[in-house]
């Protein structure tokens, strides 16, 4: 079985030990690199390609969420794991917005990081549980029955990139699943967009929650 490579950043040395330590000592996985700041994670994934990035969310320099932002966008197969202390929801959006397969909160058991860990490995999308229900709710709230029609409204291709792109997948890693090209899947995504009544992927996550098409752990 090929082995499950991570990357981990965090400004705080005693907390990237801890993490390599529990990683290391789960079968098929194994930490390839570490970053204390966002800027030498950037410039360091890339030349490692590591299969998924934990990522602190507050670090010098970069943000979590930007320093997010620039891996996915250079290196569109590499999953990104947030790990954070905050419980805010603004922060969560920042970090699906920004392209992050989920988020872990730091006070969570060992067991629910690597099982995030693998989650956004396989192509999933990992929401904390004791988060999910606050982001989805919040967002139930917020709109109308004319915003959350359900997926049968969609083309079978229009639910298929919104589903996928609500998975973390960029619109180049779905065009060649779906054997279409970027241009169309951008195209089809729109489309997705505009019919559910969402502004940007964060909400296109909650709104995948809301319909169960993910795996919250």
Known sequence: MTELRVFLADDHAVVREGLKALINAQAGMTVIGEAADG?????????????????????????GAQATERIRTECPLVK?????VHEDKSYIRQLLGA????YVLKRAAAEELIHAIRVVAG???????????KVVGGFVKRASPQTL?????????ESEVARLTAAGH??????????????????YRARAMEKLGLSGRADLVRY??????????
């Open 208 to 217: 995948a929650v809301q319909q169960g098409w993910l795996q919250n752990g």
């Open 149 to 157: 029609p359900n997926g049968g409204e969609l083309s079978d291709r």
């Open 170 to 187: 960029s619109n180049k890693e779905i065009a060649t699943r779906l054997e279409l090209s970027v241009k169309t899947v951008e195209t």
């Open 39 to 63: 800027l030498d994670a950037c410039e360091r994934v890339p030349g490692l390609r590591p299969d998924v990035v934990v990522m602190d969310v507050s670090m010098p320099g970069l943000t």
């Open 80 to 84: 990104v794991l947030a790990l954070t």
């Open 123 to 133: 192509g999933g999308v990992y929401l904390d549980p004791s988060m999910a229900g």
């Open 99 to 102: 392209g992050a397969a989920g």
